[in-house]
């Protein structure tokens, strides 16, 4: 499946919002870079030469925290919805599905359908098995978009929207879950009660990033999560502030996505001084076809 060639009004825009999805055994990553808000740009990035190279546009929503990266890059699993399909791509497709592609495309080589945005996405055990989070009745692949080579497990116990695979997805990369959150629902939105706090370590660096929900808010432009960080020293912490993404690259660092910009932060110091990686603001959407090797396994 192919995203269409749409277009969009030349208006200035507010900054855009990055989340980074980081392999397991090699120094790469994609960035997801949405905005506006009906479009998401794929990214790789190169983090050991801190190369960047830009990718397809997605007209639609690409949920990226039901998103996941193989252990050596080369393909990406993601969880993503387009309302009012054409009527040429057939109703098999639906209008949600979870796809593997290989990046910076979006292109699916595997296509799950879903009929619907709950639960969806999944994520890789290896470079060859999809923990897919669809109930097993829902795991039928699309005919023409076949997993060949995958292993898919399908998830039984599918539920809910981003929290189960965002979860075991930080479990599995050195997160640690330190205080269970509760919102509940309060009429016309979420009431923070307990904020939710991840951690994880970096024992070279001396310091522990902390990440705390602080509010979920779906009236909010740019997504309903309002997420904060810090970092915890011997001594004391130190705020780093509301952030889209932050965490410990491959090389130890600490990169954080804020106002559309990719920034290198170190740790040391009182006040923690930050070198800007990349800054993606300027990327406006436009048709970027696939080539042939990211359309086959």
């Known amino acids: 499946m192919e995203p269409e060639d749409d277009t969009m009004p030349g208006a ?3 900054p855009c919002r990055c989340y980074v999805l980081l392999a397991r055994s090699a120094p790469v990553a994609v960035v997801l870079r949405r905005g506006p808000s009906k479009w998401v740009q794929l ?13 397809q546009w997605f007209h639609g929503r690409v949920y990226e925290r039901r998103c996941d990266l193989s252990p050596d890059g080369s393909k990406l699993i993601y969880f993503a919805s387009k309302f009012g399909r054409r009527p040429e791509e057939g109703p098999e ?37 999809v923990w897919l989070n669809h109930h097993p009745r829902a795991a039928e692949p699309h005919p023409a978009h076949r997993p060949a ?6 998830n039984p116990a ?11 997805r930080r479990e599995r990369d050195g997160w640690v879950r330190t205080r269970q959150g509760r919102y509940p629902f309060a ?12 951690e994880k370590t970096n024992r070279a660096a001396g310091a ?22 810090s970092l915890a020293r011997h001594g004391g912490t130190t705020d780093i502030g509301e952030a889209d993404w932050a965490d410990w690259d491959h090389r130890g660092r600490l990169v954080v996505s804020r106002a559309g910009k990719l920034l290198e932060v170190d740790p ?9 990686l990349a800054d993606f603001n300027a990327s406006r959407p436009r048709h970027v076809k696939a080539p042939a090797w990211a359309r086959t396994w």
């Open 149 to 154: 080579g995958l292993t898919v497990v399908p």
């Open 208 to 229: 522990t990033l902390v990440a705390e929900l602080a509010e979920i808010d779906f009236s909010r432009a740019g997504g309903p999560y309002v997420e904060t960080f």
């Open 158 to 168: 599918a539920h809910g929207e981003d929290g189960p695979v965002l979860d075991r």
């Open 93 to 129: 497709y639906t209008y949600a599905w979870t796809a593997v592609s290989r990046p910076p495309y979006f292109t699916a080589l595997a296509l799950w359908p879903k009929g619907d945005c709950w639960h969806g996405g999944g994520l890789f055990e290896d470079d060859r098995t």
């Open 12 to 14: 200035a825009m507010p």
């Open 268 to 276: 040391r110091g009182d006040e923690p001084r930050a070198r800007e």
């Open 43 to 55: 990214i790789a990035w190169d983090t050991a030469a801190d190369t960047f190279e830009p990718g």
């Open 187 to 198: 009429g016309r939105g979420w009431r923070t009660e307990r904020t939710e706090v991840w």
